[in-house]
T-cell receptor, first 115, second 112 residues
Framework: DTGVSQNPRHKITKRGQNVTFRCDPISEHNRLYWYRQTLGQGPEFLTYFQNEAQLEKSRLLSDRFSAERPKGSFSTLEIQRTEQGDSAMYLC?????????????FGQGTRLTVV | GDSVTQMEGPVTLSEEAFLTINCTYTATGYPSLFWYVQYPGEGLQLLLK?????DKGSNKGFEATYRKETTSFHLEKGSVQVSDSAVYFCALTTSGTYKYIFGTGTRLKVLA
């Protein structure tokens, strides 16, 4: 296990199409996070799972966005009816719950371009 | 809510110059503090961390000290290299919220 893995690395889609991204966290990590990063900005929190439970969602996560972590392992982030404003880097991170205030480990991200 | 404020970039330095990137925070709880680095087209990598007041995190010649009295966690390096050119993010997390809050990032460019 070499770290957090995200697929695809790049996605170009037409406005109005649906897209789905996948994240495979570090195997023993039970916390999983999705962040969005736009050019020149820091990562913005979208949502967080502990095991399979989605415990928090940002107000940035509109109804067009949905995230799942069905078996507490990998996670998917789906965006329906994409808009140009959805163009961004989507970052996944994971951490270990039993270690207080530990660091999050990030994947390399999926860059979404909506044309 | 919790927040992190970083000095705006870009910061341009000559090789072997001294680096300081300022970071201050606001937190309702007792935060842990982090510096992450992002190279072009890549995700974030942890550079260093500190989990309690007066702790000093260090890695690859970079250092930062957790100053509770000034709510700061400034990043320093005595002699930068061209390979240090990247974007640096200050971040925090607190027990109970579990999410990580990031600053807007500071771009560093080191010239040979």
């Amino acid at each position: 296990d070499t770290g957090v893995s995200q697929n695809p690395r790049h996605k170009i889609t037409k406005r109005g199409q649906n897209v789905t991204f996948r994240c495979d966290p570090i195997s023993e990590h039970n916390r999983l996070y999705w962040y969005r990063q736009t050019l020149g900005q820091g990562p913005e929190f979208l949502t967080y799972f502990q095991n399979e439970a989605q415990l928090e969602k940002s107000r940035l996560l509109s109804d067009r966005f949905s995230a799942e972590r069905p078996k507490g392992s990998f996670s998917t982030l789906e965006i329906q009816r994409t808009e140009q404003g959805d163009s961004a880097m989507y970052l996944c991170a994971s951490s270990l719950a039993r270690v207080e205030n530990t660091e999050a480990f990030f994947g390399q991200g999926t860059r979404l371009t909506v044309v | 809510g919790d927040s992190v404020t970083q000095m705006e970039g870009p910061v341009t330095l000559s090789e072997e110059a001294f680096l300081t990137i300022n970071c201050t925070y606001t937190a309702t709880g007792y935060p842990s503090l982090f510096w992450y680095v992002q190279y072009p087209g890549e995700g974030l990598q942890l550079l260093l961390k500190a989990t309690k007041a007066d702790d000093k995190g260090s890695n690859k010649g970079f250092e930062a000290t957790y100053r509770k009295e000034t709510t700061s966690f400034h990043l320093e390096k005595g002699s930068v290299q061209v390979s240090d050119s990247a974007v640096y993010f200050c971040a925090l997390t607190t027990s109970g919220t579990y999410k990580y809050i990031f600053g807007t990032g500071t771009r560093l460019k080191v010239l040979a």
